[in-house]
């Protein structure tokens, strides 16, 4: 007889679905959409449908290796803590690095983090949710004085307006581009509008699609601002009552005339005009962004010029409205409450505060505690090249195809004299430059919970056994920890007891900031952890209930509990030279390096090969005809892929798609070509703004 269905959620985007999963006796797996699960209500998409298909061993890694040799796990494990300890001895806490991953669930994250901040006492610890949402979190930061999303998925089915900037919602988070079409459907008079310089397949449900620019997205709100003050669109009583720097912010927008921000953004004065009027008058209106906005030299300046146009309207926090950044991965939002970033401290506290790294020192009984930022991600793996770290720790993640500049990362890792890689596949672009190659549990074997984009907590239960000798992350750096002398805090035995004391640690007194606080559950017990439904943070020791919105009535995390209004120039989007801007993304079925979704045949044929979409007169300008090979080049890489000509593509500018790797395609690395050019106060990568030839091949 089958084994009954097991609730857990989806390890692709960051819309954090649940999952009905029964193993079968035949060893296949059923999957379906979880009912009750607040994110989806039973909905899956396409990726999320075809999970049974990739959870078979193929591939998989599973047992340590040393040299490329087969290892117990002692021998691993012992070497790990040996090498990294000597390096420490040798060079310094800072000589050493963790590179982890949004795939990570929070307990590992936690464990990881608090043995590199608080034991290793450095913070060079960042994760791949580097390049996927930390301008979010930076401009969260300076608007909020914390990095609180204030709405939930509720908010865009309630909305008369939702506005979809940098973000592909119909690929790239499809069941909430279902729930809007759905919501839309039930309320004729809801508008969408789309901001992208494709016609993506989101268009399908958009009444105005506006061609911007790449990085044209500052000078559009920066000009909207400007549009609602002259309109008396203000909510004057709400800047008054709960912000600050509003004249400032307002200042730079004065130049909102719409012929100047036509060229800032290549939209139409007349699309401008309807687009301004339509969020003037629509007071609930949510504008939803992600990887579009955040990818980019500008994107925090991006985020906290959408963040104004909310803040002056006072249309934050209540139903159906709000700005709202969709993270990319299952867990990118866990990664952020435990600081999993390099610039931030465990439970939301700040690094640089001296108070906040005291509370958290006390807290682990730890002797030492990282006293400044480390290195993020793009800086890390320079760091590597040039020798500075000499023992790398890589968790979940492909860090040779998926950084800008990849094939530097590459010779980087190759250079670098310890590289540990813990993954559950044997053979990616990284796991060749492991010395140390640790098999970790994947998902259907992994315990824990992750948190998805509207603050939900969610369980991913196990529903298979751990395969020959792959272990739980958490179990690694544990193990790890106890070798390298800090037995003594490192005793878990399960997940559990982790999370239990990372909820412990979000309800500490004298926190300052409240609004990441899950202390309801500090001192969980095992059953309790293995019942937990989803739920939305804060859940305070202090109250009964939780979750919901943020700042209706003001209430933000700075010292003087007033938002802050950031005063953003537009950023320069003029075209540089004659080649073109290449975007890079996501395709509907594919996720990441393709280590999962590649195991798919059903979702390889949607596009079973990587390709280069290109607006047809300018490949004709080329002599590149449909379906040719076309090759691709700049000073940092060379790929060849299939030209898809389609008039979706903007004149100018090319889109190839992230995923294919060597082991797919060994011509079409896109990030080879990226530059690693980086927002200043993020310090995330510009991935959709590389500058290209492109050619017949
Ligand atoms: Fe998984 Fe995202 Fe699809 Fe939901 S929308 S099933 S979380 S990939």
Known sequence: MDTPAVRTTCPYCGVGCGVLATPRDDGTV??????????????????????????????????????????????????????????????????????????????????????????????????????????????????????????????????????????????????????????KVRRPQMRVVLIDPRRTMTADIADMHLPIRADGDTALFVGLLGFLAKEGALDHAYIERHTTGFAAALGLASFCDLDVISQHTGIAPDQLLAFFTLFARTERCVTVYSQGVNQSASGTDKVNAIINCHLATGRIGRPGMGPFSVTGQPNAMGGREVGGLANMLASHMQIENAGHRRLVQDFWASPAIAARPGLKAVDLFKAVGDGRIKALWIMATNPADSMPEADHVAKALKACPFVVVSDINAETDTTAYAHVLLPAAGWGEKDGTVTNSERRISRQRPFLPLPDKAKPDWWIITEVARRMGFAAAFTYQNP????????????????????????????????????????????????????????????????????RFVAVPPADTGVIDQRFTLNTGRVRDHWHTMTRTGKSARLSAHFAEPFVEMHPLDAAGRGIADASLVRLNNDYGDIVVRALLTDRQARGSVFVPMHWTNQFARSARVDTLVTSRTDPVSGQPALKMARVDVQPF
Not at 54 to 76: F, N, Y
Not at 80 to 89: E, L
Not at 118 to 136: E, H, P, Q, V, Y
């Open 496 to 563: 559990a007891q982790i999370f239990a004391e990372h909820a412990a640690l979000s309800g500490v007194e004298n926190k300052g900031s409240r609004d990441f606080d899950i202390a309801a559950h500090a001192g969980i017990s095992a059953r309790a952890y293995d019942n937990l439904a989803p739920f939305q943070w804060p859940q305070s020791q202090h109250a009964a209930t939780g979750g919901g919105r943020f700042f209706a009535d003001g209430g933000f995390f700075t010292p003087d509990r007033r938002a």
């Open 30 to 183: 059923a999957i379906a959409g979880d009912p009750e699960h607040p994110a989806n209500f039973g909905r899956l998409c396409s990726k999320g449908s075809a999970l049974g298909e990739t959870v078979h061993l193929d591939g998989r890694l599973l047992e340590p290796q040393i040299g490329g040799k087969a290892a117990s796990w002692d021998e691993a494990l012992d070497l790990v803590a040996s090498r990294f300890n000597a390096v420490i001895r040798e060079h310094g806490p800072d000589s050493v690095a963790f590179y982890v991953s949004g795939q990570l669930l929070t307990e590992d994250y936690y464990v990881a983090n608090k043995l590199m901040k608080g034991f290793i006492g450095s913070a060079n610890i960042d994760t791949n949710s580097r390049l996927c949402m930390s301008s979010s979190v930076a401009g969260h930061m300076r608007a909020f004085g914390s990095d609180t999303v204030p709405g939930t998925y509720e908010d865009l089915e309630l909305a008369d307006l939702i506005v979809l900037t940098g973000s592909n919602l119909a690929w790239c988070h499809p069941v909430l581009y279902q729930r809007i079409a759905a919501a």
